[in-house]
Structures are given as structure tokens and as C-alpha cells.
């Protein structure tokens, strides 16, 4: 869980090690997703470097209005996009192929009914599904598998809590289009999970 | 009526509250005859949990970091 922000904040401005340890172990992924769906995985790590940097710089000035969870991403955000030439207009819908495919027309019939409808999972709990370390290396392929954009929205949806507001002022991209990528790459992850839990394998 | 194509299509939007009053009703409705689907939704949602417990990578030289920009806020105190 992140740490509360009225406690990290004065250890902060003072500089103490451990305090800037917690920062970056709770938001370095939130920054990171933010990083790779402006400018992708060739500069993502840079950027997040930057960011840190003008974070540092810009400590005195932050005045709470925001948590520091949100003024983090913003700068990275800023940081990413100032590292673009040019601004992206169109953004980039790409619907890559996962190992597992997605639930997709063919699991209908034509009257929009079930022709394969979803199995009984051996597990009901998260926990018990983790449990599984193939499970663990094989979901994390089919992120692996997601345009930058879709996976960078998935991470900061389910894994980091953002609203959906939240993600379309970060990455400038519109509410609608914020659904289509979620959606298509939420059906990837389903896939893959029941595809597990049917096979035992990946 | 709405399909279960078309509640699969809804389903995200279901989950994250983005439905209008009478999509969600039309949704709640075909949930509430269909079990194909209720097991759809409930395997979406453990789907989720399952995402967010996942265990975070490691984060390369975390320590060096902290420490780097630690020093460089000491610095920009003093100076």
C-alpha cells in the first residue's frame, strides 16, 4: 500500500534516504506505465529518470492540492511528452494479437447467445490462482503482448487504482478511446486466464 | 433484450461504473436470467483481483536511486 502522503512529505524536504525509498517503491510502476504509453519502451526508462530529477527540483513547490501520487504522474507525464517531437494526434488503437487470444465472435452464435460459454475455474480466489508461478510468468507474457498504450492503460487501471478520468488527462487521449483500450485488453487477460485453468498450462 | 455478445461488449464499462442508468438495468437484467454470463462477470472480476495481487518486479537499483536523489534534495537545502 502507498504510504500516507502527510507523513512521507516532511521526510521528503528533509532529505532522509528511506523516505525516498518508499516513494519510488510505491509510484516508480504508476510512472513507469505513464512513461511507456508517451513515449514507449526505448525512452520509458529515461524518462522516469528525468522525471525523478525534476521531482527532487520541484519538492519545495509542491503544494498539496493534488496528492503526491497524481503531482508524480503529472510530471511524468510532462517529462514524456516534452521528450516527444512531435505531439501524437492519432491515437494508436493497435489490437496485437495475445497468446491467448481474447472472447471474440466466434464464441457467439448469430443470435448473440453463448456457443462456448465460460467454464468453471479450479479456483475461485486470486490468491489460490497466483499460487500457480506458471500462471504468474504466463500473464505477465500476455501484458507483454499488449501495444504499449493498451498495457500501459490496463497497469494503471487494475494494478495502480487510477480513475478513468485520471488516465485520460495523463495521456491525452479521450474517454472513449480509454474504454476500447481497457476492454480489448481486459478480454486478452480473461484468456488467458481461462485458458490456464482449462489446459494447466500456458 | 440484450445479448450475452452484447453484455460481453458492456462488461468493462459495466465494471467500471460507466454504463447509463438504463444500460446497467438492461445488464442487471440479463445477469439475473442468465448464468453464463454471471459467471462472465465474476470471472472478469477475479480477473482484476488477480492483476492487482500480482507481485511487482523488482526495481532495478533501488537503493542507489534513493540515495542519489535523497543527496540531491540534501544539497538543494544547503544551497
Known amino acids: 500500500m502507498s504510504p500516507a502522503d502527510d ?10 534516504d ?53 503531482w508524480l ?15 501524437r494526434r492519432e491515437v494508436l488503437l493497435d489490437d496485437l494479437p495475445a497468446p491467448h487470444g481474447t472472447v471474440g465472435g466466434e ?8 456457443l462456448t460459454p465460460p467454464s468453471a475455474w479450479h479456483e475461485d480466489s486470486p490468491e489460490a490462482l497466483l499460487n500457480e508461478s506458471e500462471l504468474r510468468e504466463c500473464l505477465e507474457k500476455t501484458i507483454a503482448s499488449l501495444s504499449e498504450l493498451q498495457g500501459s492503460v490496463l497497469v494503471l487501471r487494475e494494478r495502480q487504482g487510477l ?10 487521449i479521450s474517454l472513449s478511446n480509454v474504454r476500447v483500450l481497457l ?16 489446459t494447466g498450462q500456458c | ?10 462488461s468493462s464499462d459495466f465494471l467500471d461504473g460507466q454504463l447509463s442508468f438504463r444500460e446497467r438495468l438492461a445488464v442487471r437484467t440479463h445477469l439475473a436470467m442468465c448464468r453464463h454470463c454471471r459467471r462472465f462477470i465474476r470471472q472478469m472480476r477475479l480477473s482484476q483481483a488477480v492483476l492487482r ?26 544551497s
Open chain 1, 7 to 16: 507523513d512521507l512529505l516532511p521526510r521528503l524536504l528533509a532529505g532522509e
Open chain 1, 18 to 70: 528511506r523516505a525516498f525509498r518508499e516513494l519510488i517503491g510505491a509510484y516508480q510502476g504508476a510512472m513507469r506505465a505513464v512513461a511507456y504509453a508517451i513515449v514507449g519502451s526505448r525512452h520509458a526508462d529515461e524518462v522516469v529518470q528525468d522525471a525523478w530529477l525534476a521531482v527532487v527540483r520541484s519538492l519545495n513547490g509542491f503544494q498539496g492540492r493534488a496528492s503526491l501520487k497524481t
Open chain 1, 73 to 87: 504522474l503529472t510530471i511524468t507525464a510532462n517529462t514524456a511528452k516534452s521528450r516527444l517531437r512531435h505531439v
Open chain 1, 107 to 114: 464464441r457467439f452464435a448469430s443470435d448473440g447467445h453463448w
Open chain 1, 163 to 172: 480513475e478513468l478520468e485520471e488516465i485520460c488527462n495523463l495521456l491525452d
Open chain 1, 183 to 198: 476492454h480489448r485488453a481486459r478480454l486478452k487477460v480473461f484468456a488467458t486466464l481461462e485458458h490456464f485453468e482449462e
Open chain 2, 1 to 10: 433484450m440484450l445479448s450475452c455478445k452484447e453484455l460481453v461488449a458492456h
Open chain 2, 53 to 78: 495481487r500480482l507481485p511487482d518486479t523488482p526495481i532495478p537499483e533501488l537503493d542507489a536511486l534513493s540515495a542519489r536523489l535523497a543527496k540531491q534534495r540534501r544539497d538543494d537545502l544547503v
